[in-house]
C-alpha cells in the first residue's frame, strides 16, 4: 500500500452547468441523469486526484432530488474524497442551484459514490491514505465509514437471499 497521505481538500472539485434545453425534459427541469452523469463526473475528478491515476466507479448510493434544476439555472457541484480504504474511496458531491438573478442557492442533492483505483489491466490498485485534517473532515470520514459497513452489511445479504 502507498505511504502517501493526501488531504481531503486536495481532492476537492468544483463543477459549474448552465441549464440548457438540451439538458432539460419537456417540463423544463433537468433529466435526473444528466445530474448523475455530472455527478459522476465531478467524482471521478476528485477521485483521480486522490489515486493520481485511473479510477473506475463501482457505486453510487441512493439519490434523492431535493428541488428541480431549471432551464437557465447555474448547478454547482462540490466533490471531495470522504474516506480510503485499501483500493477505494468514497467521495461526496454536494449539488446546489444558484439563482442567476440574485446568486441565491438551494440544495438539489448530495451523492456519495464508491471508486476504485486501478492498473493499466483494470485490476485494482492500492490507493494513498486520506488524512483528515480538522473536524469537518473527520466527521466527513466517520460516517463514510459507517456508509461503507452499511453497503457491505446489504451486500452480503442480498447475496445470501440470492442462493
Not at 474524497?81 to 438573478?101: F, L
Not at 441565491?104 to 476504485?116: D, G, K, N, P
Amino acid at each position: 500500500m502507498s505511504t502517501s497521505r493526501i488531504l481531503p481538500q486536495d481532492t476537492h472539485t468544483v463543477s459549474t452547468h448552465l441549464l440548457l434545453p438540451p439538458h432539460c425534459n419537456a417540463l423544463g427541469t433537468a433529466f435526473g441523469g444528466q445530474l448523475m452523469a455530472w455527478i459522476d463526473i465531478c467524482a471521478a475528478v476528485s477521485a483521480r486526484r486522490f489515486a493520481k491515476g485511473s479510477v473506475v466507479t463501482a457505486s453510487m448510493d441512493q439519490l434523492d432530488f431535493e428541488c428541480p434544476v431549471r432551464l437557465g439555472d447555474i448547478l454547482i457541484l462540490m466533490g471531495q474524497v470522504n474516506w480510503s480504504g485499501r483500493t477505494s474511496m468514497e467521495v461526496g458531491v454536494r449539488a446546489e442551484v444558484e439563482d442567476p438573478r440574485d446568486g441565491s442557492r438551494r440544495h438539489v442533492a448530495t451523492a456519495y459514490l464508491t471508486f476504485v483505483h486501478v492498473d493499466e489491466h483494470g485490476r485494482p490498485t492500492p490507493v494513498p491514505t486520506l488524512a483528515p485534517n480538522n473536524e469537518s473532515d473527520q466527521r466527513r470520514y466517520d460516517a463514510a465509514r459507517i456508509r461503507r459497513e452499511d453497503r457491505l452489511r446489504t451486500a452480503k445479504r442480498l447475496q445470501a437471499q440470492a442462493t
